[in-house]
């Protein structure tokens, strides 16, 4: 799944401070998340910290966009194309032991 932000945003720009990939900006009046730039933060860390570092936790998963780990990793992979991501507990929230 994407993720996206709820109406509670305060527009702090915590989350946009956080994000890896770029895909948060100031929308026409709450932060936005770009769904084909989200990468849940697969490839990163081992949880979204867009929702870690959201005050309200307006930060939630997109029940309209579910999406595999595969797919996510896979867009990173692109987005990110001269890094070198691994998928381990540390970088992704579905091989994370504190689920």
Known sequence: ?????????????????????????????????????????VGHHDEQMCATACPPEACVQDPERVETEDTLFERALKIHPDRALPLSP???????THR
């Open 1 to 41: 799944m994407a993720t996206l932000i709820l109406d509670d945003c305060i527009n702090c720009g915590a989350c946009e401070d956080e994000c890896p990939n770029g895909a948060i900006s100031m929308g026409d009046e709450i932060f936005v998340i770009d769904p084909d730039l989200c990468t849940e933060c």
């Open 90 to 96: 540390e970088t992704s929230h579905f091989r994370a």
